[in-house]
């Protein structure tokens, strides 16, 4: 199981961190992405982190960083300089492999939502 918080109202230039609680007994195995589905959009990658990788979907190089802390089983994005694009439902997901999309993942969270005012 996989729960989100952290969402909310920010205005644009504003930050937010969210965060990724896992209920799984070895944590550190599973590599756990971050994707975003604005409406009338495609869930997209937003960044994902695993044991040894991270990577991010260009549109938030410099801007977004994603961390782990293994003994709170907890994933955070980190989320600087929002912007109105970056509005969307954001959700968590669980992967004992590797990669950027979501077809690739096995678990999921429920989604919180991050909303830029311009």
């Known amino acids: 199981q996989l729960v989100e918080s952290g969402g909310g109202l920010v205005q644009a230039g504003g930050s937010l961190r969210l965060s990724c609680a896992a209920s799984v007994r070895t944590f550190s195995n599973y590599a756990i992405g971050w994707f975003r589905q604005a409406p009338g959009k495609e869930r997209e990658f937003v960044a994902a982190i695993s044991w040894r990788s991270i990577t991010y979907e260009d549109s938030v190089k410099g801007r977004f960083t994603i961390s782990r802390d293994n003994a709170k089983k907890t994933v955070y994005l980190q989320m600087n300089s929002l912007n109105p694009e970056d509005t969307a439902v954001y959700y968590c997901?669980?992967?004992?492999?590797?990669?950027?999309?979501?077809?690739?993942?096995?678990?999921w969270g429920q989604g919180t939502q991050v909303t830029v005012s311009s």
């Open positions: 997901a669980a992967t004992t492999g590797w990669g950027t999309h979501a077809d690739g993942y096995d678990y």
